[in-house]
């Protein structure tokens, strides 16, 4: 789990149950893979599969769901990275921003995705079938797709601040970073990413999520427990 950002790390842990007594040959090799990567200025909601729930990482990975961010942004400046901490490349105005103006922005991010997650689907929208994966919320790539944006908004502004809610697919950190400094570009300015966290992979969400004080055998037990059925019912729902 990583720990970028005054938030500090969390991570979810897929579903396996195992006994209470950590004692003897079983546990001298226990098996532990990661999820989806936080990179090391990232921090947020981070999967971990323990024994069994490794095959289960592999089956959420499978099912291609959304994952959610809150990504902060600052007018005014471009960096060599994207983000605030890069080597500064220029500074610009904000002043002629709005909420109006930076929305309409996002409304256009967000219809231009919408065509690519149509077409990456690979289903006739005019089908029943097509009609039904609509309703379940199932109409995602179901393989190797470019990022895709499904939602974005602006949760504030601020000027120079402002935060953003992003819900995408197959993404890393550094392109939400880069879809920060093209916003700006957009607004006849310049904006760099302050914030990246992940608040939700998948089915797993902050409330699932375990923080540094928490990693101990009980808590992790519970997590596991706790999250058990909607991994569950995820898998039967997209994967059948």
Known sequence: PRGGGAQGGRCGLTPTLVSVAVRGPRFRRLKIGAGHRLDVKASGVFVLGIG?????????YNCHLTKVYTVGGLFGKATDDFSDTGKLVEKTTFDHITRE???RILAVIQGTNHKALLMHSNIDMKTQEAYELAVKGLIR?????PPIITAIRCLQLALPEFQLEIHCLH???QYLRKIVHEIGLELKSSAV???VRRIRDGVFTVDDALLRTQWNLQSIQNAIRDCQLKVKRELEKTLG
């Open 193 to 195: 990413c302050t914030q």
């Open 171 to 173: 993404e890393t950190q």
């Open 141 to 145: 790539p179901m393989g190797k797709s």
């Open 52 to 60: 069994h729930g490794n095959k289960l990482l592999t089956d959420l």
């Open 101 to 103: 103006k930076l929305e």
